[in-house]
């Protein structure tokens, strides 16, 4: 087997300056004020390290994770473009980034920034009046950086599933270019088919008023792609290849799988630091437990294995750590999906 891509999430800082009941790094997450630079913040040798053990792979994925990633500073993520921009010329090879962020720091210079990089700005923003990811000042820069922002992701939860379509309105109202949505992964499965249920809402508001509808709702188009059987899916978390060439790497170079819970020994690889190269981690016993986990939660999926593709990763893995056990479908989220991809099958996907 012969794997050319490699994704990396890089936990830039454990911390943040606000505090979300949902956060799924709650465990780890320390608190600084906004304008701190927190005290753990990755180093740029880690970032070097990366590369090093990652020799060999054609094109290497950087996602800029957190906490609140931004709080490292401008001069930090210079320098890390720097060093990104270099080993890609050295080895010829092809490095993205993106970042996922509250977008409460973007202004003018950032946003300079991460487009000279080509680095894709993601915010996770939850609605108006939705918590502190659903504040007006964040909508504001929403608001200006419209054009500049590539995707926004509001966390659909029992709090705002009901306004899913008027937090889809002020996106589109904003200028946003695109929308998909997170299902609060600790809902229950009554909880996950009323958020289903809210999102077809959203899909009959955007094919009643279409012209007007210019924001792309990206779960839109992957289900109905997926019911049609064409297409091609804005995520496919589920592959193979991506369990087992995507990695966390924390501000101290420790390896782990998936964002939470992130304390439990099962998903620890080790560190980057102490590894040849990344394949070492591959061939781990640990590694093979997990493949054979994967193996046997997709032959439990049985008649929702396309509602699983659609899933963005919530049919097996990562975010059902600590929810369900690892060998098992994650049904309380395949639930939200199947509900999803029935709008279309029912109807005949026209
Ligand atoms: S903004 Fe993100 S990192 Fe910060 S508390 Fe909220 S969910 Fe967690």
Known sequence: MYYNQLT????????????CSYCMVKDQLTHDRINDTPSDLAPHSLVETMFDKAIGFGEVYLTFVGGEPMMAGKEWFRKTFEI?????????????????TNGLLLDDEWVEM???NGCQIFISWDGLGFGKKGSQKAYEIITRYAKQITTVTPVISKANCHAIKDIYKQLNEAGVKRMTCQYDIYASTEQMIEFGNATCELFRHIESEPLECKTRFLIYHDAKAMALGTGRLSSNEMSAAVLNNDYVINP????ILGLPQDEDERFRLGSIYSIGHIND?????KMKWLNDCYVKAQRLIGNYERTNMLTRGGGFFFDKKQIQD???PFMAKLACYHVILSYFLNRGAK
């Open 8 to 19: 990396y999430l890089l936990r830039v800082t454990n911390s943040c300056f606000l505090n």
């Open 84 to 100: 990104m921009k270099s080993k890609a010329e050295q080895r010829c090879i092809s490095v993205s980034s993106r970042i996922y």
């Open 114 to 116: 991460f487009k000279e």
């Open 252 to 255: 101290d170079g420790e390896i």
């Open 281 to 285: 981690v591959l061939f781990s016993a």
């Open 326 to 328: 690892m060998d098992k």
